[in-house]
């Protein structure tokens, strides 16, 4: 539907509850790398964003394991960062 904006993605955690503000994600063979930015909306954590590092398979289902990225898949993925400028920024501030 032309003009409609799409419903955020949640998420659910022990400490609280929220959106995915923003969300890096590429394709590979093997599963979907993600890195995303967690904005808490509710409970302990209300009003904190936290980043997650994940992964998803191939039909969208988020997968509870370690995110495990390819070498070769790295310019991929700094490339899906570039339109998130809040998540950049934080991630700037973990390799300085």
């Given at each position: 539907?032309?003009?409609?904006?799409?419903?955020?993605?949640?998420?659910?955690?022990?400490?609280?509850?929220?959106?995915?503000?923003?969300?890096?994600?590429?394709?590979?063979?093997?599963?979907?790398?993600t890195?995303?930015?967690?904005?808490?909306?509710?409970?302990?954590?209300?009003?904190?964003?936290?980043?997650?590092?994940c992964?998803?398979?191939?039909?969208?289902r988020?997968?509870?394991?370690?995110?495990?990225?390819?070498?070769?898949?790295?310019?991929?993925?700094?490339?899906?960062?570039?339109?998130?400028?809040?998540?950049?920024?934080?991630?700037?501030?973990?390799?300085?």
């Amino acid at each position: 539907m032309k003009g409609s904006r799409r419903q955020p993605k949640t998420f659910s955690l022990h400490w609280g509850r929220g959106i995915i503000e923003e969300e890096a994600q590429i394709g590979t063979p093997y599963h979907r790398p993600t890195i995303q930015l967690l904005k808490f909306l509710q409970g302990q954590a209300a009003g904190t964003y936290e980043i997650r590092f994940c992964h998803y398979d191939h039909r969208g289902r988020f997968q509870r394991s370690p995110l495990i990225i390819d070498e070769k898949n790295i310019p991929a993925l700094r490339k899906a960062l570039q339109s998130t400028l809040k998540l950049k920024r934080l991630l700037s501030r973990l390799a300085s």
